[in-house]
Structure formats: C-alpha cells, structure tokens
C-alpha cells in the first residue's frame, strides 16, 4: 500500500470516524503524535455509536514496568483488539505498532478457530518455544495484555494475575 491507501477493512471503515480514518491514511506516523491523537481526551477507541474507553495510560506503563521487573518478561503492553497499543514497556529497537498489530491478529486468528469448532472464544493464549513463552490474556472485552519472556515461572504467572486485577480496575 501506498501513501494515501486505506489500511482499514470495510467493517472499521463504516465503524470508525473519519479523523482516525484519515490518521490511518495518510501513512506512517511517529507513535507519539498518534498516541497523543487517541488519547488527547482520556478515551481511546471512540467511534460513533459505541461508548468510549478510558485510558490511564502512565498507571498501566507503571504496572507493565513492575510486571516486568517482577516476572522477568522483556517485553508486555496492553492492546486494544484492533491492535492498537494503549500502554507499553518495550526494548527500544522493538516497533510497538508490528507487536501490537501482530498480536491482535493472533487472537483474532484463534478467536476464529473456535468459532469454526463452535467453542467459547478463548480469553487467554500461551504459546511456548524454545526461544520463549507468549501470554496473551483478556484485561477487558476491548483491550488485552500480551507479554513475552524466556521461560515460564510460578512468578510470572502470579504476577500476570496480579497485574490483570490492577489492570482492570484502570481501565473500568
């Protein structure tokens, strides 16, 4: 896609407002002006007919930076489930829209797969390699928690649940 292309399905295209369409449109844009765009009035997510999100955006960095410390995972951020990114706390050399991006695909990918097997749509996720594990769980219908780390441990568990609980008391 080129400069001025859509980015956007035809759902989030009838959706979504037109200022966040044209964000989207107008190309590649620093996470920092995009950021202060989604969130200039507290809320992220506002669209036409749909009730606004709030966002404590420093209260969930503070609570992913004690996570990581906590559990020793290199990378977490809480992500809406059209993948925007809402809180991060990433390497720098890390690009927070692919991440995030990315890891909303894989939980709509899943959630697709059981609605084929007509299953209960999943509310977490853990995929485990040698390289590492990835956590996916659901903070809020709208937003999820992803994190990445080299192992899985009784403390990153217990500090995931943890930091879902003080999540969700931000973001509700």
Request: aromatic share 6%; no cysteine; proline share 5%.
């Amino acid at each position: 896609m080129g400069w001025g292309s859509s980015y956007l399905s035809p759902w989030e295209e009838a959706h979504f407002s037109k200022g966040f369409r044209f964000l989207v449109a107008i190309g590649p844009a620093s996470i920092t002006s995009r950021e202060q765009q989604l969130n200039k009035e507290g809320h992220i997510g506002r669209a036409i007919g749909r009730d606004p999100v709030p966002v404590a955006v420093e209260g969930l960095r503070k609570l992913l930076q004690d996570f990581n410390t906590r559990s020793g995972a290199k990378i977490s951020a809480i992500v809406s489930r059209s993948g925007v990114p809402v809180a991060w706390v990433l390497p720098d050399e890390t690009q927070v829209d692919n991440f995030a991006t990315m890891a909303a695909t894989l939980l709509g990918a899943l959630e697709v797969i059981y609605a084929t097997m007509k299953a209960a749509t999943p509310t977490h996720v853990t995929v485990e390699s040698e390289g590492g594990i990835l956590s996916v769980r659901e903070v809020t219908g709208k937003m999820f928690f992803v994190a990445m780390a080299t192992r899985r441990s009784p403390q990153m568990v217990k500090s995931i649940e943890e930091l879902l609980v003080k999540a969700k008391g931000l973001l509700t």
